[in-house]
């Protein structure tokens, strides 16, 4: 049976939610409702194999160890901390990532 690690969403993380469902809400709300919980069906499932996401293009400039799992256009940011999951930021992929 495979490890289950529990998962937490930071207070910026959840900030990112809520702006990305309003942006998404202006154009329409049943687009929103179905991507957000889409992306939080991908966070949760971070609870089995989160290693199974590539680390981060930045962590050579921040000096971390964050990974990233990648929906759609958007990048759900997190570390693992023993048998933890901490997402950090959901940005767009276009964005530089702001810690």
């Known amino acids: 049976m495979p490890k289950k690690f529990s998962v937490y969403i930071t207070q910026s993380a959840q900030d990112d939610l809520e702006h990305i469902f309003f942006y998404i809400a202006c154009e329409n709300i049943n687009n929103a409702k179905k991507f957000i ?5 991908k966070i949760y499932s971070l609870d089995t194999f989160p290693k199974r996401c590539a680390y981060i293009p930045e962590n050579s400039y921040f000096g971390t160890n964050y990974r990233h799992l990648v929906h759609k256009k958007y990048r759900v ?3 693992i901390v023993e048998n933890s999951v ?10 530089l990532l702001n810690l």
């Open 86 to 95: 901490y997402i950090l930021r959901v940005v767009h992929g276009a964005k």
């Open 37 to 41: 919980r889409e992306l939080e069906e």
């Open 77 to 79: 940011v997190f570390k």
